[in-house]
């Protein structure tokens, strides 16, 4: 007879019951069964047995509790040693704790803020919600050799574009103001604006730019409406509500304000902080040209071209941009236009941040640059924790014997290694992360980069950072666990082991590679610094030291001959000239020529100047005109690259040049000197000179170039200047740059480099040291017993230091001579991008290696002038 | 008899285990709770409510030794404390008030 319960019951039982339950209910159930089969019989039993099974299976005797009769020992109470053993350490070894966490901290700090930064820019327009549909437009031209570059399409482009592809969802134009504007509420709410654009009421659902205030179906639909951003909103109307208020642009034209609009993201290739609607573009374009008939306003231009609009497509999918591209240049011919030398390119908003390699920060090759510091960095922070770690194994060997003698596995003592490396790289991502709280503003001011704080708080970037942790926990603990977890119990017991085997040999590898890095940046920086400095040195054909440009404009052609009067007479100014644009910050115009001789088509700068500015800047002629003919009507002046290009350098007077609709003569030629703020080279130029009494400088909107003495206080004269601005009651505000200043400004992303290149040598150098006094301390403390020996003996205190010091400074002479050729190549080839450069010469790295030699010197003849200092009888006394 | 609550099954079990008391394991409950009243009780329920007593402190329980008996397991037994016979006292005492508080009126 069966007299056993189900078993499956019973399975089922010890499937959900508590452990610590289980023996004592399948008893019970045990004995019920034996005396129900005596008292009922067996089948009945049984199913009272599946009965009772399932009325067990409650929440109260389901819950695990280990209680305290049964503890479970193995996880955590090792895990709780471990972590006691770790924290003993870090407290009882304070300095290398703190340089080990320190360090690395600092490591991890500065690569975030460049990863900030890189992603920052990697991130460009990437917020708005259709950003992989929106398409922008841009065209180039074939100008004879030339081929140019243009983000503006006519009004008519994109409309003409949606009409004919159904792939078009929608499409928006922003137009910008020519120029800087003046936007004034009140007397004392003036400002100059420089990011007033116009848009299409599409502008607000194609973009994701969210309204705060005003309605997205209404707003910028009616002309001479605009829309403020937050922040402008603030500046003009502090906490009032602006909308319905009126703001009036350039003192002529009044714009109602119907919304308020969030500040764009600082990764916005799209910023404004004015967007007016497009229906008030022809208002803005009469300002500027009163005389302007209906059908030529640039809005109601029918033509598909080139215009002033920058044209953005949203498309149903990317596979749409062939299908536009194709159907171009019928819809180019049927407005009556030409496509001839004109090729347009369709291309995703998110590429074109990267895109434009001629910015200043957004030059990817810089980004990867940058990218490459950030790993040195934090190879260096991590290389300086892992030699620290192996250095003090020692300490730990004991420790790691006899936790083998007790049984622990490798396995086990790497994971306990590798748990500290874990817990001490987290301690040190704190304390980076409080590091990049503080050091974030003046890094961004040193690169001059304007990024939203609250980037940091984006998901790119923290997963970024949780991704920099995890690298640096998996690197950090690999060597130290490996090499802690291999000792053997027997030698480190009778205690004749020092240090690991390969251990010291791969410290020195470590402090060879710290080393290298840290003579590598500091030659590049060195060399950059050089090149930034010969670029701004150099020779430019005029002279720019003390010259203050200050810009006017159309409201001061009635006093404008008072003003140049009244400047002239300020004790201090030397001479004043004016000119239609601020050199190397304003592109100038270019127009296109013919060369008398060659019949070749010439790009050519343009520049109109009255005739005191080649004496103001002292640029010298090659052949001076007749003071006659100077200023006359339908002259020119050109440079002698420009007589080159032209092929009329035999006899460039005289020659007849059309520019435009007039043709004008060549009288003179100037020397060469250096204008734009584009090119490395000299490019041609011609000079329309005119009176200096003209006032036609002002109406068009020019800058007067004001030559201050040598001699004279450069701030108290800048102080006059404003007040004779002032008296004049000009509408502008006051506003001046000097020309030394805007020129240096050109090469804003070379000096960006290199001051980041500086700051960043002077980190790894920093952190390098860091690794290098923590090496030597253990050092001379491992020597002490030697050191007291030699000392009795009758050894110098200088020997003892020669002798702890040698090693190290064979280290850094070997990464001297890898990194010097290192640098050397790297450099040559960043010097290529440079028409005008610097040699490298060989006393950059012998100084960078001297320099470090130096540094590294100082650093350990602190441990080790303290070792050979040292009494040998306290040394010696113990044991 | 404010404080804790007995539930009717709770007092049942309660009274099981002093009436076993030195042997009150889980099946010895069972039985002793069929013997007693004549119904078949679930050893789920048995259990469930000795739980629910040792947290309110009217039970405690500890293992016993080790018997042939069970094949060498050990049982856990509970015994009632000091606060459970209290409980099971107030019980008591309430049902009698209440018994002498009918009138004798009240059968007839």
């Known amino acids: 007879m069966n007299l056993y319960p189900p078993r499956l019951a019973t399975r089922l039982l010890h499937l959900f019951c508590a452990p610590h339950r289980v023996d004592e209910l399948e008893d019970d159930l045990d004995e019920l069964f034996q005396q129900r089969v005596k008292q009922i019989g067996l089948q009945k039993a049984r199913w009272r047995y599946v009965k009772d099974v399932v009325s067990l299976m409650r929440p109260s005797l389901m819950k695990r509790q280990p209680t305290n009769a049964y503890p479970n020992p193995a996880t955590t109470t090792m895990l709780r040693n471990y972590l006691k053993i770790a924290f003993r350490n870090l407290v009882k070894n304070k300095t290398y704790s703190s340089i080990n966490i320190g360090g690395l901290a600092l490591g991890i700090a500065v ?110 639909l009616r002309p001479m409406t605009v829309l403020l951003t937050e922040r402008t909103a603030e500046r003009y109307f502090g906490h009032e509500d602006p909308v319905g208020k009126t703001i009036t642009y350039n003192n002529k034209l009044r714009f109602e304000v119907t919304g308020v609009l969030k500040n764009p993201p600082s990764n916005s290739t799209v910023q404004f902080d004015f967007v007016a609607s497009l229906k008030s573009h022809p208002a803005i374009e009469r ?23 920058r044209t953005y497509f949203l498309l149903n999918s990317s596979a749409d941009t062939g299908r536009i591209l194709r159907t171009l240049p019928g819809l180019v011919k049927a407005s009556g236009g030409d496509m001839q030398g004109t090729r347009y390119i369709i291309d995703p908003l998110t590429s074109v941040h990267l895109g434009m390699n001629f910015g200043d920060t957004a030059n990817s090759r810089y980004l990867t640059i940058f990218l490459g510091i950030a790993a040195l960095i934090l190879l ?57 709280k503080v050091l974030r503003p003046p890094f961004y001011q040193l690169l001059q980069l304007d990024i939203d704080p609250s980037f940091m708080y984006t998901p790119e970037f923290g997963l970024a950072a949780l991704g920099l942790l995890i690298t640096c926990v998996l690197l950090s603990g690999s060597y130290p666990a ?378 350990v003849s602190f441990q080790s002038i303290k070792a050979a200092l040292m009494n040998p009888v306290k040394s010696l006394r113990s044991e | 008899m404010k404080g804790t609550y007995l539930g009717e099954f709770e007092e049942v079990v309660l009274l099981a285990v002093a009436i076993r008391s030195g042997d009150a394991y889980g099946a010895a409950v069972v039985t002793e709770i069929e013997r007693q009243m004549d119904r078949s009780v679930n050893l789920g329920a048995v259990h469930s409510a000795l739980n629910r007593l040792a947290e309110k402190g009217l039970v405690t329980s500890e293992l016993g030794g080790v018997t042939t008996e069970r094949g060498g397991r050990r049982k856990r037994l509970y015994s009632v404390t000091a606060a459970g016979r209290r409980a099971l006292q107030d019980v008591r005492q309430v049902r009698n008030q209440m018994w002498e508080a009918i009138p004798n009126t009240a059968w007839t």
């Open chain 1, 287 to 309: 300002i500027q040209n009163q005389f302007i008939k209906d059908d030529e306003v640039a809005l109601l231009n029918q033509r598909v071209q080139g215009g002033s609009f």
């Open chain 1, 482 to 859: 490996v090499l802690l977890s291999s000792f053997s119990p027997v030698n480190v017991l009778k205690g004749n082991l020092t240090t690991g085997k390969g251990g010291p040999a791969v410290r020195r590898v470590f402090t060879v590679i710290q080393f290298t890095v840290s003579i590598g940046l500091i030659g590049c920086s060195m060399l950059i610094y050089q090149q930034v400095q010969h670029l701004q040195n150099r020779k430019l054909g005029l002279y720019k030291d003390r010259v203050l440009v200050l810009p006017v404009d159309a409201s001061l052609t009635q006093q404008y001959s008072i003003l140049k009067h009244d400047l002239r007479q300020i004790p201090g100014v030397e001479r004043v000239a004016a000119a239609s644009s601020v050199l190397y910050k304003e592109g100038g115009s270019i127009f296109f020529t013919q060369s008398p001789t060659t019949k070749k088509d010439i790009s050519i700068h343009v520049l109109s100047v009255d005739d005191q500015f080649a004496e103001t800047l002292q640029i010298p002629w090659k052949s001076k005109p007749d003071p006659t003919r100077l200023a006359a009507p339908n002259t020119v002046v050109l440079n002698e690259i420009a007589v080159r290009k032209m092929g009329i350098g035999n006899q460039p007077l005289g020659q007849r040049l059309s520019f435009g609709s007039e043709k004008s003569e060549v009288v003179g030629v100037m020397r060469n000197f250096y204008f734009t703020d584009i090119n490395d080279s000299n490019e041609p130029l011609a000079l329309f000179v005119a009176k200096d009494t003209a006032s036609a400088m002002a109406t068009f909107g020019g800058s007067l170039y004001i030559r201050i003495q040598p001699s004279a206080d450069l701030q108290q004269t800048v102080g006059r200047i404003e007040t004779a601005y002032h008296q004049i009651n000009a509408e502008k505000p006051f506003e001046y740059y000097f020309l030394d200043q805007t020129f240096n400004s050109i090469y804003k992303s070379e000096a960006r480099l290199a001051s980041l290149f500086s700051v960043f040598t002077g980190f790894a150098l920093f952190i390098a040291c860091l690794g290098l006094f923590g090496l030597a301390a253990f050092t001379a403390e491992q020597r002490t017993k030697e050191i007291g020996v030699r000392k009795v003996l009758g050894a110098s205190v200088a020997s003892i230091v020669t002798l702890l010091s040698k090693d190290f400074i064979k280290l850094v002479l070997l990464a001297l001579v890898i990194a010097s050729p290192i640098s050397w190549w790297a450099m040559n080839k960043w010097l290529q991008d440079f028409a005008y450069k610097i040699d490298i010469a060989w006393w950059v790295f012998a100084l960078a290696g001297g320099l470090t030699i130096g540094i590294a010197l100082l650093t």
């Open chain 1, 111 to 220: 690569s975030l803020l460049i990863l900030l930064f890189v992603i920052h820019e990697r991130t460009y327009d990437h917020f708005h919600a259709n950003a992989d549909r929106i398409f922008r437009v841009y065209s180039k031209m074939k100008f004879g050799e030339q081929e140019m570059q243009s983000e503006r399409v006519s009004a008519r482009f994109g409309l003409a574009v949606q009409e004919a592809n159904a792939g078009v969802l929608d499409m928006v134009r922003v137009a910008t103001t020519p120029g800087r504007v003046v936007i004034k509420t009140s007397p004392e709410r003036k400002f100059f604006e420089d990011k007033f654009i116009l848009a299409d009421p599409s502008f607000l659902t194609v973009f994701s730019f969210p309204l705060v205030d005003g309605s997205a179906q209404t707003a910028l």
């Open chain 1, 380 to 436: 260096l922070a991590l290389i300086n924790y892992m030699s620290l770690t192996t250095a003090r194994a020692t300490q730990r060997a004991r420790e790691v014997g006899v936790r083998k003698v007790m049984g622990a596995g490798r396995s086990e003592l790497a994971g306990q290694f590798y748990g500290e490396s874990m817990l001490i790289t987290g301690l040190a991502f704190l304390l980076a992360l409080v590091l990049v």
